[in-house]
């Protein structure tokens, strides 16, 4: 025979592990990009304590400091848990943008991917790997891009290596302006790394949101979203803590798993949930039930419950 409080003892475990999985599941793996030059700045347990466990670094940091160097580094990573992506711009380069029909440069760019990967990264992202904006121009212009990121993908699959590409934040100039089909790069990496710029699209949390919300619902693999960190590249202000956690919460709510940061130089490191509550909630968006008022909301079950009339019968 169940008594009243037995039952209310199980209704309250039941919702305590609803609230668990919604705090723990979209907060512990995010990531960060870091340029070359901010390599020994990096501090792995400060990361580690603000739900930061993977780096995106950028291949400028092999020209400064040598492949033996940056393989030490990444071995040093790896044995604080935290793992190391290379970021290699593909079809731009020092503000020249080159065609992807040449194929002596896809070469070199194949051969670069295959000196980062000896290094011993976790991941190889692609940056860059579209059109100027001008993919309309060029007859099979997606078809080429993609055809770039296959030959990557069959280069890191069989080692086990992460791919990830840069996308821009665009659902409907993707094939058009970029060459960008999202539909089969998607099939071609493990991890979509969405820029979504609020700042530089003079847009807010909730258009991040959306837009996280249809790369979710529109590809094969992974999303990951990538948000700017300070206000835009017009306005190098960094973001509060506060208004960047209420950003990335826009993205977990709309399906992604985790997020990225640009850049660490303007990264203000907070743990994700601290400023997420029912207090602090984005506009048309569901409530975000956190850490900071799982005790709150506890409170209150406990007395709703205590309300109830439960009918039972013996």
């Given at each position: 025979m169940m008594?009243?409080?037995?039952?209310?003892?199980?209704?309250?475990?039941?919702?305590?592990?609803?609230?668990?999985v919604t705090v723990h599941s979209a907060n512990g793996v995010n990531g960060v990009f870091v340029q070359g030059h901010d390599l020994y700045k990096v501090n792995f347990e400060t990361l580690k304590q603000n739900n930061i466990t993977e780096i995106y670094l950028y291949s400028g940091a092999v020209s400064l400091y040598g492949d033996t160097?940056?393989?030490?580094?990444?071995?040093?990573?790896?044995?604080?848990?935290?793992?190391?992506?290379?970021?290699?711009?593909?079809?731009?380069?020092?503000?020249?943008?080159?065609?992807?029909?040449?194929?002596?440069?896809?070469?070199?760019?194949l051969s670069e991917i295959d000196r980062y990967i000896k290094l011993g990264v976790d991941g190889v992202n692609l940056?860059?790997?579209?059109?100027?904006?001008?993919?309309?121009?060029?007859p099979g212009a997606s078809g080429l891009i993609t055809g770039f990121v296959k030959a990557v993908h069959d280069k890191t699959k069989p080692k086990g290596i992460k791919l990830?590409?840069?996308?821009?934040?665009?659902?409907?100039?993707?094939?058009?302006?970029?060459?960008?089909?999202?539909k089969e790069l998607s099939k071609n990496c493990e991890e979509l790394s969405v820029m979504i710029y609020k700042g530089n699209y003079k847009k807010n949390s909730k258009?991040?949101?959306?837009?996280?919300?249809?790369?979710?619902?529109?590809?094969?693999?992974?999303?990951?979203?990538?948000?700017?960190?300070?206000?835009?590249?017009?306005?190098?202000?960094?973001?509060?803590?506060?208004?960047?956690?209420?950003?990335?919460?826009s993205c977990y709510n709309a399906g992604a798993e985790s997020v990225s940061y640009f850049q660490f130089s303007y990264l203000n490191l907070?743990?994700?949930?601290?400023?997420?509550?029912?207090?602090?909630?984005?506009?048309?968006q569901d409530t975000i039930t956190t850490n900071n008022n799982e005790s709150d909301f506890i409170t209150?079950?406990?007395?709703?419950?205590?309300?109830?009339?439960?009918v039972m019968e013996v």
């Amino acid at each position: 025979m169940m008594t009243k409080d037995i039952l209310k003892l199980v209704i309250l475990v039941l919702l305590l592990i609803i609230v668990f999985v919604t705090v723990h599941s979209a907060n512990g793996v995010n990531g960060v990009f870091v340029q070359g030059h901010d390599l020994y700045k990096v501090n792995f347990e400060t990361l580690k304590q603000n739900n930061i466990t993977e780096i995106y670094l950028y291949s400028g940091a092999v020209s400064l400091y040598g492949d033996t160097k940056l393989s030490n580094w990444i071995s040093k990573a790896h044995k604080e848990g935290i793992k190391v992506n290379i970021v290699v711009p593909v079809f731009q380069e020092n503000n020249i943008w080159h065609n992807p029909t040449d194929q002596n440069y896809k070469n070199k760019k194949l051969s670069e991917i295959d000196r980062y990967i000896k290094l011993g990264v976790d991941g190889v992202n692609l940056d860059y790997i579209r059109y100027s904006g001008n993919a309309y121009k060029y007859p099979g212009a997606s078809g080429l891009i993609t055809g770039f990121v296959k030959a990557v993908h069959d280069k890191t699959k069989p080692k086990g290596i992460k791919l990830s590409l840069c996308i821009m934040p665009e659902p409907s100039n993707g094939i058009r302006y970029y060459g960008q089909d999202i539909k089969e790069l998607s099939k071609n990496c493990e991890e979509l790394s969405v820029m979504i710029y609020k700042g530089n699209y003079k847009k807010n949390s909730k258009w991040i949101l959306e837009t996280t919300k249809w790369y979710v619902n529109n590809s094969y693999c992974k999303v990951r979203p990538i948000l700017q960190a300070y206000r835009s590249d017009n306005n190098l202000g960094l973001l509060s803590d506060h208004e960047l956690s209420q950003d990335s919460w826009s993205c977990y709510n709309a399906g992604a798993e985790s997020v990225s940061y640009f850049q660490f130089s303007y990264l203000n490191l907070f743990p994700i949930n601290k400023y997420a509550n029912k207090n602090d909630t984005i506009k048309n968006q569901d409530t975000i039930t956190t850490n900071n008022n799982e005790s709150d909301f506890i409170t209150q079950l406990n007395n709703d419950l205590n309300n109830l009339n439960f009918v039972m019968e013996v």
